[in-house]
């Protein structure tokens, strides 16, 4: 049936030193049901790819492409966008007028039949469904945005810019004139604490 993504998934599964017994474990499928995945008895369902990606490590769009279910880009965001919204349980209509959309040009957009749209309309149809942009384009598999604090960055061991180690002494330096710059803009800093970095 598809023998090149069964030994393309064994070469995945073997370079990340996984049993089929660990990625059955972590993906909720059964052994038997990899094992004729990779010897290319089975192909994969799409709803079988995503807990599969994750028990591999792998990102979900390589998965999807290998699996020959995206051709382009088109097909990888129309899955997310579908699947998110299912998930958040959105109807097509809501999604729409939230962002100033027809319904149609959604559905166009979720059965992969439509060019992508703009990136301002990515960016609204993201937001109204809580997760990226970049989420929905498949570039990356995190569907919230990373946050941290910086003043947590600066006190780790080990910070790096542009490739150069950070020492102690400039990142004391890069958090003074962070504290300068939130006292001179008004906004409220807790110095007591940044002078804990000294």
Known sequence: MDEAFGEWLRRQRKEKRLTLRSVAAKSKLGIGHLSLLENGKRKPKVESLAPL????????????????????????????????????????????????????????????????????????????????????????????AATFDLRSVLEMDTVIYNGTPLTAEQKTFVADLIRRVLDFSGSPSNSQEDDELK
Request: charged share 25%.
């Open 53 to 144: 990606a994750l028990a591999l490590g792998i990102p979900y769009g390589d998965l999807m492409r290998a699996a020959g279910y995206l051709d382009d880009r088109n097909l990888l965001f129309a899955h997310r966008l579908h699947s998110v919204r299912l998930d958040q349980k959105v109807d097509v209509q809501d999604l729409a007028t939230a962002c100033g959309l027809s319904p149609k040009t959604i559905e166009r957009w979720e059965d992969g039949s439509n060019h992508l749209p703009s990136q301002k309309t990515i960016e609204r149809l993201a937001a109204h469904l809580q997760v990226t942009s970049d989420y929905l384009l498949g570039l990356t598999d995190r569907p919230e």
